[in-house]
């Protein structure tokens, strides 16, 4: 059985209809997962053909996107990608450079007609996924920066439609990837020490990156945050 099948999908843009991939749910299966939700696959990684870019106008998206842009936004894209825009059919199968230049295209098209927080959110913690699995750190950490700001964007405007337990694990465990361990600690505890927050595993979590954190200062001789020494 071939790992992709294809499915057929409208431009939001242009409302071409156009073929892409997707992977079999059956090999959807992570051999192993990162803290921060990033997944190794045995085989083709799902996450190469999570976006789907037009091959008419170039506009790339994810099931995320908002479905209706107004005129406005679709006079916009095309001005600034659809005029110059070569044809190139992402359809079938994807290198690792290709699923690269699909996510790049989608950050473009969400930045350009305005997508939401959490969904540009997402598209840069994904690219920053993609640099990981080449090996680039410089680069993953760049973008990990912008998901992090971008996340903590989300976590101020949309916090009252969003399971707020997973975004704030993640606002703390990309700071303890970059370095920031005080500002990491602030929100593993705020998992962790929140009553509203029922989320067993997301609380889990935070005190296995808090322990991991004080042992990391403590090996490094660095000077424990407050909160860590309030709490012995």
Known sequence: MEPLFQIKVKCHCCESSFQTSRVRPSLKRAVRTDSDF??????????????????????????NFTEHLPDKLRKAFFDQVGSKWQHKDYGGERTEEEAMECYKLS??????????????AGLLHHIAWLFR?????????RFLGYALNAYISVFQTERESLS???LMFLIGDLHRRLGDFN?????FGRVIHDRSITDASMIRASREQWQNIREEMTGRGMELPEEMKLSG
């Open 38 to 63: 990033c997944s190794y696959f045995k085989e083709v990684n799902p996450d190469f053909y999570v976006v789907r870019v037009c091959p008419y106008c170039g506009f790339a998206s994810t099931e």
């Open 107 to 120: 950050l473009l098209s969400a930045q350009i007609t305005g997508e939401k927080d959490r969904v540009v």
């Open 133 to 141: 699995y080449k090996g680039d750190i410089d680069q993953e950490n």
């Open 164 to 166: 707020n337990a997973r």
């Open 183 to 187: 500002d990491a600690v602030k929100w």
